[in-house]
């Protein structure tokens, strides 16, 4: 049998990435006297998130959100009824599962770690390797994909079709168009855009309460934005470019190798290339990386620290960072500071489960 995660990617191929946007030709890959110059014109622009993230195809309302946050949660989705969305990327973990790579389909551990579904709203594309171009696309990967939720799609749309109440809200949302997997797609998709980190210490700080972030917090954020050169990539109100890079990670779990964005670009320079990640909340869902292979956000910090791992193909902007002890500290404090206020999601009672458990 092939290997879970193997399936997940054709099966997800299909959603492969058609608006390419990022071109990462305009990073210097051999010019390391390039970085500190960049580091220092970083100045540290504040930049709040921005608000309307639900795009003009796929507005929001109570009765989608609702919706989509009943399918979020719905095992029902799965091919044998076991596995939801939440299963993976739970509030309770963070919006992740809290495991260094998924768990998928009959028990199988998965390549990549899951990650978070907090401000995925704010990526230009999703997935690791950015291969789905919207979150409504994204949505619809895991539930037919093999590894992960096993659907077929005519099944589930006469299963929640029998569902009376599920009926009448997709007949509430969608008019006459009713369940179909893209509406599926469309109400979850609602759902994690109000799945959003905000008000952080920080954004209290950078708005003028200097009692919001702790010294050592604050001396991070100045590492973060100079010394450390972190925001050359994570960068703008979530925290990330939205862009490729290879870090130099080594490897963990099933898979030997994994090329990363190469899958979807076929460009040799973005070999073990991975999409950078936000980090508004980012304490919430350890472990960290595409693989899972850092444990803590100190694992983080000490791996930037040491320049990375692995020296093939890697981004011109991972050097050593000659970090003191203090600084690895403070900048771990910065990116708890990023943490904003709670994300409430309870289990919802779930449509025509009379014994719907409530947590
Ligand atoms: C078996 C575990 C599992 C299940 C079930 C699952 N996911 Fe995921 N999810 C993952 C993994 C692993 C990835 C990363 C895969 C990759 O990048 O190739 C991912 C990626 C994502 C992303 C992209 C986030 C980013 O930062 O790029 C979103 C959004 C997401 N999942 C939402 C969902 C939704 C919605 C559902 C239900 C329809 C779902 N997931 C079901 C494991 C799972
Ligand atoms: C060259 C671009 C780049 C630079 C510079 C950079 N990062 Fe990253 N960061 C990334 C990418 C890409 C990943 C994901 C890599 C992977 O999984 O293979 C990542 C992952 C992370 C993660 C894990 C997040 C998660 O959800 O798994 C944290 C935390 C992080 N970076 C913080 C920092 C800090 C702090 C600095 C400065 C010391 C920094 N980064 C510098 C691009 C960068």
Redesign the pocket.
């Known amino acids: 049998m092939k290997s879970f995660f193997y399936s997940i990617l054709c099966s997800l191929f299909l959603f492969a990435c058609s608006g390419e946007k990022k071109d990462q030709s305009a990073e210097p890959q051999k010019e390391p006297a390039s970085v500190a110059k960049v580091a220092k014109e970083e100045s540290h622009k504040y930049e709040p998130l921005p608000e309307g993230v639900f795009p003009q195809g796929n507005p929001w309302s109570q009765d989608k959100e609702d919706l989509g946050k009943l399918l979020y949660f719905d095992p029902r989705l799965s091919g044998d009824n076991s596995i939801s969305c939440a299963t993976c990327h739970h509030p309770d973990k963070g919006w992740g599962d809290g495991l260094p790579r998924a768990i998928g389909f009959g028990g199988k551990e998965l390549g990549r770690?899951s990650?978070?579904v907090i401000n995925s709203a704010y990526y230009e594309v999703q997935f690791?390797d950015g291969r789905a171009p919207s979150l409504e696309e994204q949505a619809k990967g895991p539930i037919q994909a093999a590894g992960e939720m096993n659907q077929n799609v005519e099944e589930l749309v006469q299963e929640l079709g029998a569902i009376p109440e599920y009926k009448d809200r997709f007949a509430k949302v969608f008019g006459d168009s009713g369940i179909t997997l893209d509406n599926i797609a469309a109400a979850i998709a609602t759902f994690e855009r109000t799945v959003i980190s905000k008000n952080s210490a920080y954004d209290k700080y950078m708005q003028g309460d200097k009692s919001a972030m702790s010294a050592s917090a604050v001396n991070g954020m100045n590492l973060?934005f100079g010394k450390?050169?972190?925001s050359?990539?994570?960068n703008g109100p979530a925290f990330t470019d939205s862009g490729?890079?290879?870090?130099g990670?080594k490897q963990q779990g099933p898979l030997a190798e994994d090329p990363?964005r190469f899958n979807v670009s076929k460009d040799p320079a973005d070999k073990g290339?991975?999409?950078?990640?936000g980090?508004r909340g980012?304490s919430l869902?350890a472990p960290?990386?595409?693989?899972g292979s850092?444990a803590t956000?100190k694992d983080?910090?000490d791996f930037?620290?040491r320049g990375g791992d692995v020296a093939e193909n890697r981004?011109a902007?991972?050097t050593p960072?000659e970090l003191s002890d203090q600084e690895v500290l403070d900048?771990v404090e910065f990116?708890k500071a990023l943490e904003g206020e709670p994300i409430k999601a309870s289990m919802p009672a779930l449509p025509g489960m009379t014994d719907a458990s409530k947590k």
């Open positions: 770690h990650p978070t690791w973060f450390a050169k972190c050359i990539c994570h490729f890079h290879n870090l990670v990363g290339a991975f999409k950078t990640p980090l980012v869902s960290y990386m595409h693989d850092e956000l983080v910090i930037y620290n981004s902007f991972i960072l900048l990116l």
